[in-house]
């Protein structure tokens, strides 16, 4: 079978967020597929498979990371809807079944692809004690990002702040589901992005995750209504680096970008 590596949040090789991406005609065991994961050994590896025609969607569609399945990856998405359309698997929006419902993957003229995702709900959290020594930065307002997201949302002083973060990623692990999401006013908006952030997930094997689609779902709503508007981008400030164009539509969040295939190769067992 084949199995292909992305760079998603990107129209460049060797930024954003890498993905594996495998098209099957069913999904083996789970135990098959998180040993592909590991093997793979990026943030998140995708597997889908064709659905019958009909139904209230095209592709089935799972995540793994190194460690584990996750209930939601934006840019594993992103990449598993460039492959079907790079491929001709598939043309025009596909409907994606996930463990976070029906997701939908629309691809637009200029090569970018948009996913409609569930905006996370946010709710303000007091600040965990141990948080700032762990991040090495004092916190300014936290909040939970709801089971589906499962992160703690930290605001930090400024853009540098969030640049110079140097967190002992093992001691943030105990404060979320997931991990932390890290974030600050963009310094200069003229840049082309309205928030930075960056993203620690080590209770899914995930020191950084470079780009992370799904942690927008909650950035979104939370710049827009600092910011007072639905339309934003945000640049993930890792080494990689990737942007996320966000439009807020209420209950769902809908996250652009492009993605860009550097590997393809047969799977050999």
Not at 152 to 172: G, I, Q, Y
Not at 200 to 207: K, Q, S, Y
Request: net charge negative.
């Amino acid at each position: 079978m084949r199995i292909r590596i992305v760079d998603a949040f990107t129209d460049r090789p060797f930024a954003g967020n890498p993905a594996g991406v495998l098209l099957l005609d069913a999904f083996p065991e789970d135990a098959w597929l998180q040993k592909v994961a590991l093997e793979v050994n990026h943030a998140e590896t995708a597997f889908a498979h064709p659905l019958p025609a009909g139904g209230e969607a095209d592709w089935a569609l799972r995540w793994f990371t190194p460690a584990t399945e996750v209930a939601m990856c934006g840019h594993a998405t992103l990449a598993t809807a460039h492959v079907l359309r790079s491929t001709g698997a598939h043309e025009g929006p596909v409907r994606f079944a996930t463990r976070s419902g029906v997701l939908i993957a629309t691809p637009a003229e200029d090569g970018s692809i948009t996913l409609d995702f569930p905006t996370a709900p946010l709710t303000a959290v007091g600040i965990p004690e141990g948080v700032a020594e762990a991040l090495g930065a004092e916190p300014l307002a936290a909040f939970d990002t709801g089971p589906q997201v499962g992160d703690l949302l930290v605001e930090l002083a400024d853009e540098k702040t969030v640049h110079a973060l140097r967190p002992d990623t093992r001691a943030l692990g105990v404060h979320s589901e997931r991990g932390i999401i890290a974030t600050a006013l963009a310094a200069d908006p003229t840049n082309g992005y309205d928030y930075v952030s960056r993203c620690f997930f080590p209770n899914v094997g995930i020191d950084e995750d470079p780009v992370t689609g799904s942690a927008h779902t909650a950035l979104a709503p939370y710049w827009s209504g600092r910011l007072g508007r639905n339309d934003l981008t945000g640049l993930q400030a890792s080494a990689r680096s990737g942007r996320v164009r966000t439009r807020l539509r209420g209950e769902r969040t809908l996250l652009s970008g492009r993605a860009v295939t550097v590997i393809e190769g047969d799977l050999l067992v």
